[in-house]
T-cell receptor, first 113, second 113 residues
Framework: KAGVTQTPRYLIKTRGQQVTLSCSPI?????VSWYQQTPGQGLQFLFE???????NKGNFPGRFSGRQFSNSRSEMNVSTLELGDSALYLC????????????FGPGTRLTVL | AQSVTQPDIHITVSEGASLELRCNYS??????LFWYVQSPGQGLQLLLKYFSGDTLVQGIKGFEAEFKRSQSSFNLRKPSVHWSDAAEYFCAVGAITGNQFYFGTGTSLTVIP
């Protein structure tokens, strides 16, 4: 069974631009969660989608948004990029919403210049 | 408020020595507890999890963890460390509803020959 895939693996953007990251969960998984990982803040929860609905949201500004498609693939969008948005963005999939084992993808490394 | 504390930022052990990584959590309900490992440039891999039942849980790669409710701790142990265990280790707590995990800031493990 294929694991969680994230594209692209690396991105370089400049301040003010916007970016879209993609995550394909494990086949059959309906829950996708997004995390931001930085050296200073560690791993912080962004949001979770289940069956195309946002179920949980972390404490991030509205510039961070996401969506989930009917095939469970999810996208995360960050608008008006700031230098502080530079991070590793991790996607995790799970069979359902309700704390269970989450399977993480390799992440997308975003660098904002 | 939910939180996870990993008091050791960095630990160095000799190959073959025993290992204990500390994790303390603060959570208002029965916690679901996890330990993940992250190798450089990789996503997170689940080592073990505790939902209920036996407070000593076994995981992959020879790791185990013990849940102590009275101490709000979930320490990770390994009797004999291998050089390939060098990585970043994260403790996480989750809720029964939703996949919003709270992660500790991680403990970086160095293994010396």
């Amino acid at each position: 069974k294929a694991g969680v895939t994230q594209t692209p693996r690396y991105l370089i953007k400049t301040r003010g631009q916007q970016v879209t990251l993609s995550c394909s969960p494990i086949s059959g998984h309906r829950s996708v969660s997004w995390y931001q990982q930085t050296p200073g803040q560690g791993l912080q929860f962004l949001f979770e989608y289940f069956s195309e609905t946002q179920r949980n949201k972390g404490n991030f500004p509205g510039r961070f948004s996401g969506r989930q498609f009917s095939n469970s693939r999810s996208e995360m969008n960050v608008s008006t990029l700031e230098l502080g948005d530079s991070a590793l963005y991790l996607c995790a999939s799970s069979g359902w919403t309700g704390s269970n084992e989450q399977f993480f993808g390799p992440g997308t490394r975003l660098t904002v210049l | 408020a939910q939180s996870v504390t990993q008091p050791d930022i960095h630990i160095t052990v000799s190959e073959g020595a025993s290992l204990e990584l500390r994790c303390n959590y603060s959570y208002g309900a029965t916690p679901y507890l996890f330990w993940y490992v992250q190798s450089p440039g990789q996503g997170l891999q689940l080592l073990l999890k505790y939902f209920s039942g036996d407070t000593l849980v076994q995981g992959i790669k020879g790791f185990e963890a013990e849940f102590k409710r009275s101490q709000s701790s979930f320490n990770l142990r390994k009797p004999s460390v291998h050089w390939s265990d060098a990585a970043e280790y994260f403790c996480a707590v989750g809720a029964i509803t939703g996949n919003q995990f709270y992660f500790g800031t991680g403990t970086s493990l160095t293994v010396i020959p």
